[in-house]
């Protein structure tokens, strides 16, 4: 985020308190600004505001370059090697999940999202509640006012995706160690009555943002657009299986709301939708700067034979997700696939998402193959060769270096949430609402039908089960390692399927100069317990209550 990285020099974490008490061992900390000042001087305030885009580094291997903003992002890890899109290569604290291991004293790297969304949730509610103090412009005021009610839901909605019903804290500001004497602190409410509350605090949020932001300064904040597009994606959550707690109705006015704006559009190109920032497409994305980066993605998930780290490998059972040119799935016998060739005639989307044995690369071609090739197990530095046969395309710049990338990559933008999005959400809940019409139809033909795609249109006469199957599945290759498979499969209660299957990958040989490809297994002891729909909380955060915070049912 461009302007909050520049800015968070300035102003660290939350307000720090400075002592009154003075004598000769009394210095002014040059590293934070106390509460007098923050509210003293609007620059800082909103200086303050900016800063709680971000969070605070709370494990090993997160937010390189800058401090981590929401959800995981470009990490080492990713969140798609949580799910069936990837495993992380050596491992990183994601086989525990995969492995279904997962438990309150050892969460892996989904043990964070606790403590730094009610860290977050204060900091916002310290500056929702001080305000009115600070001497600004209204116009500003409610813009600031706007973006930490946008904040405060996003936390929620994180918080709500992965745990269910939480501890709804108000306006509440409490400082370490109050809030352990009353057990009503530690209640949580109903899922319902949290979807309510977040659903409520866009509503707020929206009604003071800009619908743009229109000067650079601005860039990567969020709109009005931003606050209602998360409304629709938690509008959707809501009336999914699991949570069950809304309509699809609502769910598809939510984005249909957003569709009204007209301010949104699906750029053509769809390779560079993730690599060029401020494009129409992106709703709310995070932004970077050379000396405030992420982690450098093409060393972190490159080939070995680039003498890049392999990261997020791709699994076949991701591959296996697109369909041929023609706009048949892989199973049909009349699609064209060829068993001996499976990697030609595909979806182009699967040639902008994922390397494979023969893929053009950096002006070569990747070659997984044993014996010989240099990007498997007998290319160089092998413990950094692909367990599954594929590496990351998705995001990656090849105009950025592979070896010493420090100064240089690491710039892409993080797209929290664009159009396509919007478009899947409306689609899919306007058909579980009404079934396929024609608004359906279109919504996600716009999707297939860009001009870099150009994926053939759904056939007619679609049931609504038979849509709700191509919607499924054209989330699962458009949406690809954005962080929605891990939530989508679990709010529609087919994770007990889905991560119970084998983490698979490609074994590719040529022998005699016949290649052949033959699945394998990457990760061995993939499971999903039924407990598994919503995260244990870290057990040190129910010492920390006292234990008197309600575990996770399961756990």
């Known amino acids: 985020m461009k302007t909050r990285n520049i800015i968070y020099s300035l102003v660290i974490g939350a307000v720090t308190f400075t002592s009154c008490k003075k004598n000769y061992l009394d210095v002014v900390p040059t590293d934070r600004v106390n509460d007098v000042a923050v509210l003293s001087d609007s620059s800082l305030f909103q200086a303050y505001v900016i800063n709680r885009y971000m969070g605070v580094k709370l494990q090993d291997k997160e937010a390189e370059g800058t401090p981590p903003g929401f959800g995981r992002g470009f990490e080492y890890a990713m969140w798609s090697s949580l799910t069936d899109e990837s495993i992380y290569n050596n491992d990183d604290n994601t086989w525990v999940i995969q492995q279904g291991a997962l438990a309150p004293e050892n969460t892996g790297i989904a043990g964070t999202l606790w403590g730094r969304s009610y860290r977050s949730i204060r900091e916002c509610n310290y500056a929702l509640t001080n305000i009115m103090q600070v001497?600004?412009?209204?116009?500003?005021?409610?813009?600031?006012?706007?973006?930490?009610?946008?904040?405060?839901?996003?936390?929620?909605?994180?918080?709500?995706?992965?745990?269910?019903?939480?501890?709804?804290?108000?306006?509440?500001?409490?400082?370490?160690?109050?809030?352990?004497?009353?057990?009503?602190?530690?209640?949580?409410?109903?899922?319902?009555?949290?979807?309510?509350?977040?659903v409520a605090e866009l509503d707020s949020a929206a009604q003071y943002l800009p619908d743009a932001n229109d000067d650079s300064w601005l860039a990567g904040r969020a709109t009005k657009g931003a606050a209602l597009a998360l409304k629709a994606r938690l509008l959707l959550y809501a009336a999914s299986p699991l949570y069950n707690v809304g309509t699809w109705a609502d769910a598809a006015a939510a984005a249909k709301a957003v569709m009204d704006m007209g301010k949104y559009s699906l750029v053509s190109d769809y390779t560079s939708l993730f690599i060029n920032p401020n494009q129409t497409e992106a709703i709310f994305e995070r932004l970077y700067v050379t000396g405030t980066r992420h982690v450098c993605l093409e060393i972190a998930n490159g080939p070995n034979g680039y003498d890049a780290w392999a990261g997020n490998t791709p699994l076949q059972n991701m591959v296996d997700a697109y369909e041929m040119n023609n706009g048949k799935p892989i199973t049909d016998p009349t699609s064209g696939y060829d068993a001996a060739n499976p990697y030609v005639g595909r979806d182009k989307r699967f040639y902008a998402t994922i390397l494979?044995?023969?893929?053009?690369?950096?002006?070569?071609?990747?070659?997984?193959?044993?014996?010989?090739?240099?990007?498997?197990?007998?290319?160089?530095?092998?413990?950094?060769?692909?367990?599954?046969?594929?590496?990351?395309?998705?995001?990656?710049?090849?105009?950025?270096?592979?070896?010493?990338?420090?100064?240089?990559?690491?710039?892409?933008?993080?797209?929290?949430?664009?159009?396509?999005?919007?478009?899947?959400?409306?689609?899919?809940?306007?058909?579980?609402?009404?079934?396929?019409?024609?608004?359906?139809?279109?919504?996600?033909?716009?999707?297939?039908?860009?001009?870099?795609?150009?994926?053939?249109?759904?056939?007619?006469?679609?049931?609504?089960?038979?849509?709700?199957?191509?919607?499924?599945?054209?989330?699962?290759?458009?949406?690809?390692?954005?962080?929605?498979?891990?939530?989508?499969?679990?709010?529609?209660?087919?994770?007990?399927?889905?991560?119970?299957?084998?983490?698979?990958?490609?074994d590719v040989k040529i022998v005699n100069g016949v290649t052949t490809y033959t699945r394998k297994i990457a990760l061995k002891d993939r499971k999903f317990e039924e407990k598994n729909y919503w995260l244990p909380i870290p057990r040190s955060e129910i010492l920390a209550s006292n234990n008197q915070l309600e575990q996770t049912t399961g756990y």
Request: charged share 25%.
């Open 356 to 506: 494979y044995n023969g893929a053009r690369y950096r002006g070569d071609t990747i070659k997984v193959y044993t014996p010989g090739g240099k990007d498997g197990g007998d290319g160089p530095s092998n413990w950094n060769a692909t367990k599954t046969g594929y590496y990351l395309r998705k995001f990656m710049n090849d105009a950025f270096p592979i070896i010493s990338p420090w100064d240089v990559a690491g710039l892409q933008p993080w797209i929290y949430m664009r159009y396509a999005e919007v478009l899947l959400n409306y689609a899919e809940a306007q058909n579980e609402a009404v079934g396929p019409d024609a608004s359906v139809y279109a919504a996600i033909n716009q999707i297939r039908q860009r001009s870099s795609v150009n994926q053939p249109a759904l056939v007619a006469g679609l049931t609504q089960a038979e849509m709700r199957d191509a919607i499924r599945r054209e989330r699962q290759v458009e949406l690809a390692f954005e962080e929605h498979r891990f939530y989508d499969v679990r709010r529609w209660k087919i994770a007990t399927q889905t991560e119970n299957q084998p983490a698979y990958g490609m």
């Open 135 to 198: 001497n600004m412009s209204e116009l500003l005021r409610n813009r600031l006012r706007g973006e930490l009610h946008f904040i405060r839901a996003f936390r929620y909605h994180d918080l709500i995706r992965n745990y269910g019903g939480v501890v709804l804290m108000g306006d509440k500001v409490y400082n370490l160690g109050e809030n352990l004497t009353d057990p009503a602190n530690f209640v949580k409410s109903s899922l319902a009555d949290c979807m309510k509350y977040a």
